[in-house]
């Protein structure tokens, strides 16, 4: 008998994990500290972390700045023979530590996770065909992953390196901001391809920073990713970018998006950091930049366009 | 068939040491040690004998590589076995499977044979009072007499050791331990192993390159103390198989081993950041196995950092850096142990230094990188008392499984990495040349790294300058240690920091054939970049904590240097 699967988070990826799962036919125990109900069969919600531990894989449904806080809780009731996996597209403090780092520095776990690509949590609550990337070392966890939500319409594909699908993410939340962003100043799609290209060249530039293998980001958890982000309308960073964008306050725009977006945070953050190790991620400054009020989106956009072209 | 040549010189067996029963584990290993070369060579066997294929593919591999080897050596061992090798590959296409199996079984067990060392607790005895008299011999034979009425008083001061001994002891009781330390100097098995040997911690098992069995002294102390050999020419996967399995087996059963987990003494002298797992694994894979067995038996890892303020090999190693020659070598070789003259002048310069070497065992930890408590019980980060076998554990079952046991052992790669980081000691002389290397690097702004090292003499620091940096960065370095993130020598803890710059100065002067700084009165001068290149390189995990703000982009520059290695 397959054990429970365990949530910890019950916001819209949280739920449609736990749809997901209900849907592959196992019981969820779902922890919410709001106590949101989740209608679904086999589904507890529980205000207790000590009930999720029953479970064998926890999945972490949590924004990454309340990650090391939230691991920390529910790691008092775990042990080595838990499997976890996060599906946050956060990278936390000026030195970019991953979200699997934060899990395996805070909590007993080793065989973590992180589950990223371009699977929304709509297709997961919709039942609509998808598919994502597990990255782990562990391919307990990739097939854990795959017993509890994979199924007909669910492709979860699989990868050891951990930090590349973890940067990807982030940093196609940060591109899908900038794309948004350049929606709503009315760029065509030719700019927003630019933008997006070079992105990824510069997401990739950051993981190699953190040894990831680039390779990653040509796959699901970067292309894949962001082409869901782009050509999709949901996408939050998206819809906060469009409000930017369209000469909204950063606070007016939040309300708009309504949701906790990663990567405006990050776009300072991964400024600073390539400029410590010695490279540049001029798409992330740019966002940063505007972000901050130090320049106009028009004149971080012309910054971008008339910098130096070199070899791709 | 003969693999190897030069059987091991061993006492007598007139008078047989009986242990006792507080003894380590390893007073046993001679009568352990068929049982461990039997089943090390059932282990690698069965793996290469379950079909025909497989069967096919070890014997071609070990027989090809062999024949290579001996035809190109040439030497007595070749005149003996390269028929055998050669034989085998003319007759592997017709052999019958049970000729091809028994061929493999035999292999494996001759390999195995000559890998498994040899323990002899009255040459263990002998070693204790004789090493600290040959090596005070060396660097200061006046004090001899002194050394020989009561030994270790000279070598007391040259060398301190530091960390949770009691600790240490009291869980080599409790399982296995395996020292894991950092790696820069041929001297580092000899300093280590008496540095045991005074903190009353049992003798390991460690693997010892071959050539340093051909000198029939060293070979005798090696072959009679536990050390294994490795024979670095040997490529075969059969041979490291039996290597790792050898490790493996001794982990299992319970006795204390080392190795250098960066594999080969860090040219560059940066602490390590890659881990080579091959070993390491070994730790983790006795774990599991045990465990499976139903026989758990815990494993604790001691990351140890070594920290010289001189290095007698520094100028070989840095230069080899720069070159990047610095090919993985086997764990210990023995390629400066003739350079007598080196020996001497480095003995008789530490004689001058107060603590110039320190060895620090850091706090043991499991193999998933959890800390253990004081009854080697392993802790959440929380500070819970957490199994460690639930770690090979799924739904019930303990199992072995190699591709997740590689995952952990690349976790605690990381682990000991952060550890190494947080447990290396800074030395005088490493302080001193890391803040006249950031001057180097400050005046040549983006240079690379080859254009700097030709900087020779050309960047000075006036004295005052130097003393007030050198000032600023130890208070930083003490903020540091107060968080864990670094140690300092009690030299930097204690003394003003004019007193550490003429320390440091002296030091340079007169030991290596070039000297690194240049004390010419009101200026001092980055007169050897490399050599300080060499000895600043222990801080650059560090130097943009330590850099005050004009000195912020050097400090940036040479922490990239460190990640760019």
Redesign the interface.
């Known amino acids: 008998m397959n054990?429970p699967v365990g949530i910890v988070g019950a916001g819209a990826f949280g739920q449609g994990l736990a749809r997901a799962a209900s849907r592959a036919g196992r019981d969820v125990i779902i922890y919410s500290r709001a106590g949101q109900t989740v209608d679904a069969p086999r589904v507890t919600v529980t205000g207790d972390y000590a009930d999720v531990a029953e479970a064998?894989l926890v999945f972490f449904a949590v924004p990454s700045t309340y990650m090391r806080e939230v691991a920390?809780e529910m790691?008092?009731h775990l042990?080595?023979?838990h499997l976890a996996v996060h599906v946050s597209r956060g990278l936390v403090g000026d030195e970019l530590e991953t979200l699997t780092h934060v899990i395996?520095?805070?909590?007993?776990v080793?065989?973590v996770g992180a589950l990223a690509g371009p699977l929304s949590a709509e297709d997961l609550a919709e039942d609509r065909p998808s598919g994502g990337i597990v990255g782990t070392?562990?391919?307990?966890v990739a097939d854990a992953v795959r017993g509890a939500i994979g199924g007909p319409k669910l492709r979860i594909y699989s990868t050891k390196d951990v930090v590349g699908v973890e940067v990807a993410s982030a940093m196609v939340g940060l591109l899908a901001l900038s794309a948004g962003f350049g929606q709503g100043l009315g760029l065509g799609p030719s700019t927003l391809a630019i933008m997006g290209t070079r992105g990824l060249a510069e997401a990739a530039r950051v993981g190699a920073?953190l040894a990831a293998d680039y390779r990653t980001f040509n796959g699901l958890a970067g292309v894949g990713d962001l082409m869901s982000a782009l050509t999709g309308d949901g996408r939050p960073e998206l819809l906060l970018g469009r409000a930017l964008g369209s000469g909204m306050s950063l606070e007016d725009a939040a309300k708009e998006a309504g949701a906790n977006i990663e990567g405006a945070a990050l776009a300072a953050r991964a400024t600073h950091f390539a400029k410590?190790?010695?490279f540049e991620v001029p798409i992330a400054a740019a966002v940063r930049d505007v972000l901050s009020g130090e320049c106009s989106a028009k004149d971080a956009l012309g910054k971008l366009m008339t910098r130096r072209v070199g070899v791709e | 068939m003969k693999l190897f040549s030069g059987k091991p010189l061993r006492l007598p067996r007139l008078r047989p040491y009986v242990p006792k029963k507080d003894d380590p584990a390893i007073f046993w290993f001679n009568q352990d040690r068929d049982d461990v070369v039997r089943e090390v060579a059932k282990r690698v066997a069965e793996a290469h004998t379950s079909d025909r294929h497989r069967m096919e593919l070890a014997l071609n591999e070990v027989a090809f590589n062999e024949s290579e080897r001996l035809s190109k050596q040439r030497d007595d061992e070749a005149k003996e076995s390269l028929g055998y090798w050669r034989g085998i590959l003319r007759r592997v296409g017709r052999m019958t499977d049970a000729d091809k199996r028994r061929t493999i079984e035999n292999i494996c067990t001759r390999m195995a044979g000559d890998v498994a060392g040899n323990f002899d607790p009255r040459v263990y005895a002998m070693a204790e009072n004789l090493v600290p008299r040959l090596i005070t011999a060396a660097m200061s034979p006046a004090q001899l007499p002194q050394e020989i009425m009561t030994p270790h008083t000279a070598l007391k001061g040259l060398l301190s050791i530091e960390g949770p001994l009691d600790k240490l002891r009291h869980l080599s009781r409790k399982g296995a331990l395996v020292f894991v330390p950092t790696h820069s100097s041929n001297l580092d098995s000899v300093v280590l192993g008496y540095a045991l040997q005074r903190a009353k911690l049992p003798p390991v098992v460690y693997g010892a390159g071959k050539n340093l069995f051909t000198n029939p002294i060293i070979s005798f102390f090696m072959h009679n103390l536990g050390a294994y050999r490795v024979d670095r020419r040997v490529k075969s996967v059969l041979y490291k198989q039996i290597l790792k399995t050898y490790s493996t087996v001794m982990i299992e059963r319970g006795y204390h081993s080392l190795f250098f987990p960066g594999g080969t003494r860090s040219r560059s002298n940066l602490v390590e950041t890659k881990i080579k797992l091959g070993l390491a694994g070994t730790g983790v894979e006795a774990f599991s196995r045990n465990q499976a067995n139903g026989t758990p038996r815990p494993v604790f890892f001691i990351p140890t950092t070594i920290n010289y303020a001189l290095c007698l090999e520094a100028e070989t190693l840095i230069e080899d850096h720069l070159k990047e020659q610095g090919k993985a070598r086997y764990i210990i070789d023995d390629d400066e142990f003739s350079r007598v003259d080196k020996w001497v002048a480095f003995f008789r310069k530490l004689t001058a230094l107060e603590s110039a070497s320190i060895i620090r065992f850091g706090e043991p930890i499991d193999p998933f990188g959890n800390d253990v408590d004081d009854d080697g019980r392993s802790l959440t980060p929380r500070g819970d008392v957490v199994d460690p076998g639930t770690y090979v554990t799924r739904r019930g079952e303990a199992s072995v499984d190699t591709v997740r046991d590689q995952a952990y052992t690349r976790g605690l790669g990381e682990v000991l990495v952060e550890r190494f980081h947080a447990e290396t000691v800074i030395m005088s002389t490493q302080l001193v040349a890391h803040i006249l290397f950031r001057r180097l690097v400050r005046a040549t702004p983006g240079a690379d790294l080859f254009v700097r090292v030709r900087h020779r003499g050309d960047v000075s620091m006036p004295r005052d300058e130097l003393v007030r940096e050198v000032s600023d960065a130890r208070d930083a370095l003490l903020k540091l240690q107060e968080e864990g993130r670094v140690r300092v020598s009690p030299v930097l803890l204690t003394e003003p920091a004019e007193h550490i710059v003429e320390r440091a100065l002296a030091a340079f002067k007169g030991y290596h054939d070039r000297i690194a700084a240049l004390d010419v009165g009101a200026e001092i001068t980055a007169e050897d970049p490399t050599l300080l290149l060499y000895y600043q390189n222990r801080l650059v995990h560090y130097a943009e904590a330590i850099a005050d703000e004009p000195n912020r982009e050097a400090a940036q520059e040479i922490a990239r240097m460190g990640r760019d290695r």
């Open positions: 054990p064998e920390d790691g008092a042990d080595g023979s395996r520095s805070t909590t007993p080793r065989r070392r562990f391919p307990e920073a410590c190790r010695g």
